[in-house]
Every structure is written in structure tokens, then in C-alpha cells.
């Protein structure tokens, strides 16, 4: 029998070797350069990828990066096939990716709008059969506002002729243009029946600024929603229904924002920006809401309209303090683009900042603006004086090293002073490692503490919890290295806010790659780290890599959070999470509770991701793992299905990457039920 096997074994490398060969996809010269070891045992590059490299993490050649593959696709790893095998037998036809730079960009964007974006005469028909059965059908008032220098006149008129286009049509179009700009109306206004009472057409000068205009509007005509779009911005024929039949399904909704992206010179559809639901704190790091956004007219006046100062982004400006007084449920987000717009566009740094700064301003609360080497501003939140106490818990075995290089990391490079040290020694036998500990345990700030126990990352986490003095607990592997100086003011400050609940690090690989970069939840598997192994200063699809924003969950390899929160969701859970989940089970559990949880780009740690435990590739540890992975699905399968901070066009293999199709079911399709359904 064994010798049976043994035949089939080497038949079985043999076809595998052919397929490998055949597909030029493998680098004999790259593999015998990076990889001496192969040299020194004599065995063919090819065989000893097949047989060892792989499992090392070896890499066939620059473009196929097998430790990303295998991270990407579970599934890889589940079947027990070669990852560069399964890419060229299944992968390639399927699509998947073979590296980070793919990865950091919507592939294959076109051919996605053409098979799961595109209108077809049977969609429209069906759009206007469910409009019909609408019981409330609101009106909507459409503001185009020319003001640049450099309007195209094609794009005006693509602009106007994108509302009249409307499947929809219980909306009023009014068109706002500044004195000075008329000349670009006056031919362009020639093409559309001006006598339609559904479009009116208002001039401001420079003595009446244009806040007041949109606001007198707003108050002189009637509506229930409001719009303000842009002269270079093209509508989807369906955007006013889908924001109509939001409005049916949740009345009391006061914000809506749709999906969106942009058209060349040749109106070629590229740069999507699907968006997540509501991010509070991503909203003041950029404006998402900014192309496609319905108001409830009410709302503005509410909060006094557009507001006349000069060098503010009005829009902005008006997004902030609308939905810094709403509750959640109030701000819906349509996944669906339902908007393009031109690529001449550019950011203003200075009137962001002066925007920025009014809203805090208004509030009331003490921040601070921090220029930063990308388009976006930096809000470091204060920490109140005397600075409160700090407990950095750390549990540890048996690895002095990563141990040592962590607590000297902290010691060299943190600014921050007022924190204390608890190592947790998980039965340590090294003799080196107690003997460090013995040393260190009597230094200011250092305290060991034995946790005399197997193995479970949740006890020995509540364990040390009972015994730190601090008000901010942070949550630290052994194997963190600390890059910034500041990156417990930068945690600390977002932990100490009243709506946050945990907060998480950018962590990056050794190599310079991101490990970390928030959580974010799917179904095949929990909980995976966005923009995986992307380099070290990516940007991440729209910039998302290089913003402050709320996540569903951050690691427990770099985790802060206020002593009283923690205690208040019962800790992390010892009897159903020993080792996996236990961090993402927190957040959301903290979640749960009414606080939003946070990753910032600006603490900026290193990660040697589980040196300290190993992987999970025995057959004891993937029967533990699924009990695991069952309780969670238990537990909070609703919002690992959907869940709120990412977008339902995009799928986990690889994160950011298009899903094929959407997850939803669109409204059109489905309008004989109350609520959208995800399609599987």
C-alpha cells in the first residue's frame, strides 16, 4: 500500500511539474537567487517549490506572491493544492489575484459595468412598474450649479439632459449660474425647452454669494429632498427612483448618498468609489458625500442653510453639521453609482482646512489639524492634563527576542510617559527569557505577571486586565515594534472620545508591506485585514489606506480602548474564543453597544504576525478554529454578511477587489418585498 502511494506521489508531482513548466510562470533563475537553500540540496527548482517552497512561502517568480494567494483565498489552502497549480488550473479563468499592486485597483472595471452595471430596456421597464407602486413619490429639487471657468458646454447639457432623463419624474430642476458665466448658457439653453415649467433658470453676481442663492431656492420652491449637483456631473437615469424608493422603505431617512464614479474625454466609466454606510469618522477625513447627495429639505433649514464664508467648502460645511445631529438610521447609503463625474476635479487643501476647522470650531471641541504628506488633514483629538495612566498588557512565552525588541521599542521611541507594563508570562521555560525577566521586573513602570495556564488569548488578556491600574488598556502582541513616537497619543486621543470604542494601528510586515489597516468582515471567512500586503504608502482604493475611518473591528495586536468600555461588554470571551476572533468579537460587542470602533493610519507599529503563536496547521488547532469560526457565525452572521464598512459591489478575494455579481438583489428586480435581499 505504501508503495502504491508512493507511485502515485511522484505521478502526481510529475503532471504538476508539467503544468508549471508549460505555463511560464515560473522563474527558475529568480527561485535559485532568492532562495539558496535550493542550491545547497540539489533539487530542482520546480520539485522543491512543489514539495517545501510553497509551505516557506517561497515565491515562483517577482509577480506571484504565494504567501498573498494562499491570505486571499482560503479556499487555496483548505483544498491542499499548489497555490501556483490552483491559479493556473482554476485562478487565472476565475479571475483571482496573484499579487498586491492587482489588488490596489479595481481590475477590470469596464467589463464589470457592461455585465452588472449597465441598463438595459428591460430594467427600465421594470424600474418604471415598481415606481408605480410606490405610495409615497416625493419630490425632488435638482440644483446645477455653474460657477467654474473652465465648463465645457457638452457638459452642461450633459448635465441638465441627465435630469430630464430621469425615470423618475417627480422632480424640478433649477439651474444656478453666475452672472458672469450667462455667455455659457445662452447657446446651450437653445437645445432644451425652456418653457418646461420643470426647469427654471436663476443668475447670482458676486454680491450675492451663492449659499444665499441656494438657500432662497430651497425656500421659494416647493420639494421634499434637495440636490445639489455640479455642471460636469452626469446623473444614472435611475438615481432619483433608487433615492425615491429608499424614501419609501425608511420615510424618516434625512440623508441619502450613492456609490459613484468618474467619465474620461471619451466618457469611458473609470475611478469608482464605492462607498461604505455611514463613517462618521471617515466624514472628516474626506467628503464622500459630496457628488450624489439627497437632503430632506426640512434638515437644512434646521440648521440654518447654507452657511456665507468665504474659502469653506459649502457643500462639506453643510454634510458636517447636518449629520453630526443625526442618529445613523437617519443617513442611508444607496450601493449603487448613481453619478459620474469629469476628471478635472482637484482638491483645495486650504479651504478643506478652513472647513475643518469651523465645524470643531463650532462644536466646541479643542483639536488639532495636522498637514500631512497626502491631499488630507490630520485631526489629532487632545488628551486631557494630568495625562491618564496607560496599561500596555502584553502576554508573552518563550520569545525573549521579539519580546525584548517590543519593550525597547516602547522605551526608546514612545513619547507618551504616563504608562505602565504588565508582561504576562504564559509559562515561560526558557531560561534566557526568565532570567530577562527577573531583570526587568524591577524597573519603574515593568511589571511581570504569571499566567500559569494553557493557552488562551481571551483569559489571559481579562486575567491581566483585573490587575492593571490604568484608564486606557492597550493590547499588544510581542511581536509590535514601534515605528512613530506618537502612537499612543494618536490612540489614546481617539480612545478617551465618548462615541469610540476600540481603536487600531497601522501595522506593516518587516518587509514594509500593511498587515493591518482595519478588519473587515465576509462570510467565508469572518474577518480578513484590508489592503493585505499592499507597500508600505499606498494609498488603497480612494485613498481608504491613508484615512482615519470607523471599521467594524480592529486587531488585538495593536488595540486600545477604555478600561470602562471593555469592562462594560464583559471583556473578551474566554469559554467560546480562546485564540481566534476574540478581538473582532469585542468590537463588534462594543459596537453593539452604541460605540464606534476606529483605525487611524497615523500609529504606525511593525508586526512579525504569529511568530509569538504559530499558524493554525494541525489538525487540533483547525477543529478548534472552526468551533471558532462556527460561534461567530452564530453569534453575528448578520453583520459578517453585511457588514457596514464595506461595500456589497466588492468581494474578499482580495478585499477591494469586484464582486462577481454584487452582493444585492437589485430593488427593481425584487420590489415585491420590503427589504433588499443579498443575493449568494
Not at 106 to 121: M, P, R, S
Amino acid at each position: 500500500m505504501n508503495y502504491l502511494k508512493k507511485i502515485s506521489e511522484i505521478i502526481r508531482l510529475h503532471k504538476q511539474k508539467i503544468i508549471i513548466k508549460s505555463s511560464g510562470m515560473f522563474e527558475r533563475d529568480y527561485y535559485l537567487q532568492n532562495y539558496s537553500e535550493v542550491i545547497n540540496s540539489g533539487t530542482d527548482p520546480i520539485t522543491h517549490y512543489l514539495k517545501t517552497g510553497w509551505h516557506h512561502g517561497n515565491n515562483p517568480s517577482p509577480n506571484f506572491i504565494t504567501e498573498y494567494y494562499l491570505t486571499q483565498y482560503p479556499d487555496v489552502l483548505e483544498s491542499g493544492i499548489n497555490p501556483l497549480v490552483h491559479y493556473i488550473r482554476f485562478g487565472k479563468d476565475e479571475g483571482r489575484i496573484i499579487n498586491p499592486s492587482e489588488g490596489a485597483k479595481y481590475k477590470g472595471y469596464l467589463n464589470w459595468v457592461q455585465k452588472y452595471d449597465t441598463l438595459t430596456e428591460k430594467d427600465q421597464f421594470l424600474i418604471q412598474t415598481h415606481i408605480n407602486s410606490f405610495k409615497n413619490h416625493p419630490k425632488f429639487i435638482i440644483i446645477i450649479t455653474i460657477t467654474e471657468q473652465n465648463i465645457i458646454d457638452n457638459w452642461i447639457k450633459d448635465s441638465i439632459s441627465s435630469v430630464i432623463n430621469q425615470i423618475y419624474t417627480h422632480w424640478q430642476l433649477i439651474i444656478l449660474c453666475d452672472q458672469e458665466k450667462k455667455y455659457l448658457l445662452d447657446q446651450t439653453l437653445l437645445d432644451f425647452n425652456i418653457e418646461n415649467n420643470k426647469i427654471n433658470f436663476f443668475y447670482y453676481n458676486q454680491l450675492e454669494d451663492l449659499p444665499i442663492s441656494i438657500n432662497k431656492i430651497l425656500e421659494n420652491h416647493p420639494g421634499d429632498y434637495f440636490s445639489c449637483i455640479n455642471a460636469y456631473d452626469i446623473l444614472r437615469p435611475h438615481a432619483l427612483y433608487l433615492a425615491a424608493h429608499n424614501i419609501n422603505l425608511f420615510p424618516d431617512v434625512s440623508v441619502i448618498y450613492s456609490d459613484e464614479d468618474q467619465i474620461d474625454e471619451e466618457y469611458n466609466r473609470c475611478n469608482p468609489f464605492f462607498k461604505p454606510d455611514w463613517n462618521p469618522d471617515l466624514i472628516l477625513s474626506v467628503n464622500f458625500l459630496l457628488n450624489f447627495t439627497v437632503y430632506k429639505k426640512m434638515m437644512v433649514k434646521k440648521v440654518g442653510g447654507y452657511q456665507k464664508e468665504l474659502d469653506k467648502d459649502i457643500n462639506w460645511d453643510l454634510a458636517l453639521r447636518i449629520t453630526q445631529s443625526l442618529p445613523r438610521s437617519n443617513i442611508l447609503h444607496i450601493p449603487h453609482i448613481c453619478i459620474h463625474g469629469h476628471l478635472h476635479k482637484k482638491k483645495q487643501q486650504k479651504i478643506e482646512f478652513i472647513t475643518l476647522a469651523s465645524h470643531f470650531d463650532t462644536l466646541e471641541k479643542d483639536i488639532k489639524l495636522i498637514e500631512t504628506d497626502n491631499p488630507y488633514w490630520h485631526v489629532r483629538y487632545p488628551i486631557p492634563y494630568p495625562n491618564p495612566l496607560v496599561s500596555i498588557i502584553i502576554p508573552t512565552k518563550n520569545q525573549l527576542y521579539l519580546l525584548k525588541n517590543c519593550l525597547e521599542s516602547i522605551s526608546n521611541k514612545t513619547t507618551y510617559q504616563h504608562y505602565e507594563i504588565l508582561v504576562i508570562n504564559n509559562q515561560t521555560t526558557d531560561p534566557d527569557a526568565l532570567a530577562y525577566f527577573t531583570n526587568i521586573g524591577g524597573k519603574k513602570s515593568i511589571h511581570i505577571l504569571d499566567y500559569d495556564d494553557t493557552f488562551n488569548y481571551s483569559a489571559i488578556n481579562n486575567d491581566a486586565v483585573k490587575r492593571a491600574m490604568g484608564e486606557i488598556l492597550v493590547f499588544l502582541n510581542d511581536d509590535i515594534e514601534v515605528i512613530s513616537p506618537d502612537w499612543l497619543e494618536e490612540l489614546i486621543g481617539h480612545a478617551l472620545r465618548e462615541e469610540i470604542g476600540a481603536v487600531g494601528a497601522m501595522l506593516y510586515f518587516p518587509n514594509d508591506t500593511i498587515q493591518h489597516a482595519g478588519i473587515i468582515l465576509y462570510p467565508d471567512r469572518i474577518a480578513g485585514h484590508a489592503f493585505y500586503s499592499q507597500a508600505r504608502g499606498s494609498h488603497g482604493q480612494n485613498d481608504r489606506a491613508r484615512l482615519v475611518q470607523n471599521y467594524s473591528a480592529v486587531t488585538g495586536a495593536c488595540m486600545a480602548v477604555k478600561k470602562s468600555k471593555f469592562q462594560q461588554v464583559g471583556g473578551f470571551d474566554e469559554e467560546n474564543l480562546a485564540i481566534a476572533y476574540n478581538d473582532v468579537d469585542l468590537c463588534l460587542k462594543l459596537k453593539q453597544a452604541g460605540y464606534e470602533n476606529l483605525w487611524t493610519p497615523y500609529a504606525e507599529l511593525y508586526h512579525h504576525e504569529s511568530v509569538s503563536r504559530g499558524l493554525d496547521d494541525t489538525k487540533e488547532k483547525q477543529n478548534r478554529l472552526k468551533r471558532e469560526t462556527d460561534f461567530m457565525n452564530r453569534k453575528w452572521g448578520s453583520i459578517i454578511t453585511h457588514d457596514p464598512a464595506y461595500n456589497p459591489n466588492l468581494k474578499s478575494n482580495p478585499f477591494f477587489s469586484l464582486a462577481k455579481p454584487p452582493r444585492f438583489v437589485k430593488p427593481w428586480k425584487s420590489h415585491n418585498t420590503s427589504e433588499p435581499q443579498i443575493e449568494n
